[in-house]
């Protein structure tokens, strides 16, 4: 098996703002999709869990089809199990519950890394994944 590194916390950060483009793109359609189905101005009732199945399934069907959003695309990075394997539908779905739990979306605990010697972040313990660089330059 090829050994990979971690990837850098910059290369982190990077694809976060790329996919943070995706996930707005995203929430702007459950928008217009709820505000279709509403027939004019969209409740919050509606709108929200659209929100929900659209930006959760983006990144646990991302996770789960070899581990790369389009922002790990671009920056040449992968969420990887912590023994370098491809992640199944379960431990996506771990990856994607704890990153939510631990407010990912606001970049807070991808500080965490750069505590950590592995640079791995506080949800990437949890649910037992790491992060790699796929070229190590």
């Given amino acids: 098996m090829i050994e990979f590194?971690?990837?850098?916390?910059?290369?982190?950060v990077f694809a976060w703002i790329y996919d943070g483009l995706i996930v707005l793109a995203l929430i702007l359609i459950a928008g217009l999709i709820a505000s279709i189905i509403a027939q004019g101005q969209a409740p919050a009732l509606l709108t929200q869990p659209l929100v929900l199945i659209l930006v959760g399934g983006y990144f646990w069907l991302s996770f789960a089809r070899g581990g790369k959003t389009a922002g790990m695309r671009a920056w040449r990075i992968r969420v990887v199990t912590e023994k370098g394997k491809v992640l199944s539908h379960r431990v996506a779905l771990s990856r994607l519950l704890w990153a939510t739990f631990c407010f990912a979306p606001i970049l807070i605990p991808l500080a965490t890394a750069w505590l950590s010697p592995h640079k791995l972040t506080i949800y990437d313990k949890l649910s037992k994944t790491r992060?790699?660089?796929?070229?190590?330059?």
């Fill in 5 to 12: 590194e971690n990837a850098p916390i910059w290369k982190r």
């Fill in 131 to 137: 992060v790699i660089s796929e070229n190590p330059n």
